[in-house]
Each structure stands twice: as structure tokens, then as C-alpha cells.
């Protein structure tokens, strides 16, 4: 699966004073888009959820093993 972000951009979407929202745009192949909604489906998630779902729980896995620090 090859994820290329290409633009990143703050937005003024805050839920308290520390928290904001960013767009990330990626390109990926079609199949692993479409895999990637069939999962959001079973999981009764949106696509942009479920992304994110997936991302921090890299994230998490990355810290504790260590590839990357915590904030």
C-alpha cells in the first residue's frame, strides 16, 4: 500500500485551545482505496475515520517500539 501525502493544511477547527483539525490529502492505488472503504463499512465507520484509525494505531505501535518518540 503506498501512501503519499502531498498537501498538509491547518484549519481553524478547534474542539478545545489545544486541539485542531488538518487536511491530508494522499493518492493511493484504487484497490486499496476500495479495501480500505469495504472495512470502513464493517466497522460502520466513514473512510476518513477509519483512515485515522489506522494511522494512529501505527502511530501508537511506532512509539512503543520505539521508531518514534511520544509527544
Known amino acids: 500500500m503506498c501512501f503519499n501525502a502531498l498537501n498538509i493544511k491547518?484549519?481553524?477547527i478547534a474542539y478545545d485551545d489545544h486541539m485542531a483539525k488538518v487536511t491530508v490529502t494522499i493518492y493511493m492505488e484504487e484497490e486499496d482505496?476500495?479495501?480500505l472503504q469495504l472495512?470502513?463499512?464493517?466497522?460502520?465507520?466513514?473512510?476518513?475515520q477509519?483512515?485515522?484509525l489506522?494511522?494512529?494505531r501505527a502511530i501508537k505501535q511506532a512509539?512503543?517500539?520505539g521508531t518514534?518518540?511520544?509527544k
Open 63 to 65: 512509539q512503543n517500539e
Open 54 to 56: 489506522i494511522l494512529k
Open 68 to 70: 518514534i518518540t511520544p
Open 10 to 12: 491547518t484549519i481553524k
Open 39 to 48: 472495512l470502513a463499512d464493517a466497522e460502520e465507520r466513514s473512510l476518513s
Open 33 to 35: 482505496k476500495e479495501a
Open 50 to 52: 477509519m483512515a485515522v
